[in-house]
């Protein structure tokens, strides 16, 4: 047998607090998982996205500890476009979720921007960028 990705796990304090700022990214998460210490959603593609809440991740693994440090982990969503991205970046921070890198044109060819989920882990958005004209 040959090992495939299946799942992203992310550990996270707040489950509802996550919940509603992957739900603001379009994935698709019923309301009533906000209390549970594990959720899962399907992503396109067939891959699988969970979190699980810190106690739950301590009820196995009495030794786990927060990461310190920077991110480890980073998320990216594909969006349909550069003003795609700037406006989502607006919204989310516009909600109260901490920006960490304002929408820019990178060098390697996209809209960018960088924006901290509840738990800090970075998620990019990002769209191929506008052509000249």
Partial sequence: MTPRLDMIGLVV????ASLAFYRRLGLDVPAEADGQPHVEAALPGGMRIGWDTEETIRSFDPS????SGGARTGLAFLCDSPAEVDALY?????????GHLKPWDAFWG???AVVLDPDGSEVSLFAPAAPAT
Wanted: aromatic residues 16%; negative net charge; without cysteine.
């Fill in 90 to 98: 607006e919204e989310l921070t516009g909600a109260g979720y901490r």
């Fill in 13 to 16: 304090s707040d489950m509802a």
């Fill in 64 to 67: 786990w500890t927060l990461p």
């Fill in 110 to 112: 996209q809209r960018y």
